[in-house]
């Protein structure tokens, strides 16, 4: 009877849900509805029967202490009786003692206030001998012990004095890339012969066969002293292009060496030198 009645509520739910999402709730919860109302049932009687035996659980675990002592009518008197409070032990702190302070003979080292109403030559008792610095005058305490503390000396070794010389930082190499600037130098770079020598093999070598001007043309040569004796980084500034070339083209033609620029501490550096040209050419 009990498959037919739910043969007959599965047919129920198909024709109800036909053409119906049934991964929707409803549908699952009528065909589950008898498994859930079985299971329902049992979770509730077992809570009922749990509520029912507690007390008598609880009663069986409390002590059972039987008074001896008869009673009018000849029974014993059985009395439950429950367990004591165990309470902790109470603790008692004592408070700390002050400790009196050592009577020994002391004198007021503090000095006196200053105020307008000071009195001069004030009587005042002499202080003990055997009396220590205190904050209260006690010349009846008992004598302070002596200190009898010998501070230990260090022997002294002696031997051999060393002298022993600084250490010598060395000094950083000249930087061979570096121009040197002319609060740098110790001495200038010079041309073997002199300048002069210079000045007259720089006119005897321009060619100025190509110039027609009335007026002097001058420029203005610069070259780097290198720290071998040789020259480089030659250049012009003057006015004048052609002339400029021509005296670029004149200072590389020279024969001759240079004695490099020094530092102030004596060492060749590289450093610049400039020398100035003006000539004038007749028609």
Same mark, same amino acid.
């Given at each position: 009877?009990?498959?037919?009645?739910?043969?007959?509520?599965?047919?129920?739910?198909?024709? *109800?849900?036909?053409?119906?999402?049934?991964?929707?709730?409803?549908?699952?919860?009528?065909?589950?509805?008898?498994?859930i109302?079985?299971?329902?049932?049992?979770?509730?009687?077992? *809570?009922?029967a749990?509520?029912?035996?507690?007390?008598?659980?609880?009663?069986?675990?409390?002590?059972?202490?039987?008074?001896?002592?008869?009673?009018?009518?000849?029974?014993?008197?059985?009395?439950?009786?429950?367990?004591?409070?165990i309470?902790?032990?109470?603790k008692?702190?004592?408070p700390?003692?002050?400790?009196?302070?050592?009577?020994?003979?002391t004198?007021?080292?503090i #000095?006196?206030?200053?105020?307008?109403?000071?009195?001069?030559?004030?009587?005042?008792? #002499?202080?003990?001998?055997?009396?220590?610095?205190? *904050?209260?005058?006690?010349?009846k305490?008992?004598?302070?012990? #002596?200190?009898?503390h010998?501070p230990?000396?260090?022997p002294v070794?002696?031997?051999?004095?060393?002298?022993?010389?600084?250490?010598?930082?060395?000094?950083?190499?000249?930087?061979?890339?570096?121009?040197?600037?002319?609060?740098?130098?110790?001495?200038?770079?010079?041309?073997?012969?002199?300048?002069?020598?210079?000045?007259?093999?720089?006119?005897?070598?321009?060619?100025?066969?190509?110039f027609?001007?009335?007026d002097?043309?001058?420029?203005?040569?610069?070259?780097?002293?290198?720290?071998?004796?040789?020259?480089?980084?030659?250049?012009?500034?003057?006015?004048?292009?052609?002339?400029?070339?021509?005296?670029?083209?004149?200072?590389?033609?020279?024969?001759?060496k240079?004695?490099?620029?020094?530092?102030k501490?004596?060492?060749?550096?590289?450093?610049?030198f400039?020398?100035?040209?003006?000539?004038?050419?007749?028609?």
């Amino acid at each position: 009877m009990k498959h037919q009645n739910q043969n007959q509520e599965f047919r129920f739910n198909e024709v *109800l849900f036909e053409h119906r999402n049934k991964e929707y709730g409803a549908y699952v919860l009528r065909n589950e509805s008898d498994r859930i109302l079985t299971k329902a049932l049992f979770i509730g009687a077992s *809570l009922v029967a749990a509520v029912s035996i507690t007390p008598f659980v609880i009663s069986a675990f409390k002590t059972d202490v039987v008074d001896h002592r008869p009673h009018d009518d000849g029974r014993r008197i059985i009395k439950i009786v429950e367990p004591p409070e165990i309470k902790p032990p109470v603790k008692i702190i004592k408070p700390v003692q002050p400790v009196a302070p050592p009577d020994v003979k002391t004198y007021n080292s503090i #000095p006196p206030t200053p105020s307008r109403d000071a009195q001069d030559n004030v009587k005042k008792d #002499p202080v003990p001998d055997d009396a220590v610095a205190g *904050l209260v005058n006690n010349f009846k305490g008992d004598v302070v012990a #002596p200190n009898t503390h010998v501070p230990t000396t260090i022997p002294v070794v002696t031997g051999p004095v060393v002298n022993t010389a600084p250490p010598t930082i060395p000094e950083p190499a000249v930087d061979k890339n570096k121009i040197a600037e002319p609060g740098e130098l110790g001495s200038e770079a010079s041309f073997t012969g002199g300048i002069d020598a210079f000045r007259n093999k720089v006119m005897n070598s321009f060619d100025g066969s190509g110039f027609e001007s009335d007026d002097v043309m001058k420029t203005t040569i610069t070259f780097i002293v290198e720290m071998d004796g040789t020259i480089s980084g030659i250049k012009a500034n003057g006015a004048n292009a052609d002339f400029n070339n021509e005296a670029i083209r004149t200072i590389r033609s020279i024969k001759g060496k240079w004695t490099p620029a020094k530092n102030k501490k004596g060492e060749f550096v590289r450093s610049y030198f400039k020398f100035p040209i003006s000539m004038k050419f007749e028609n």
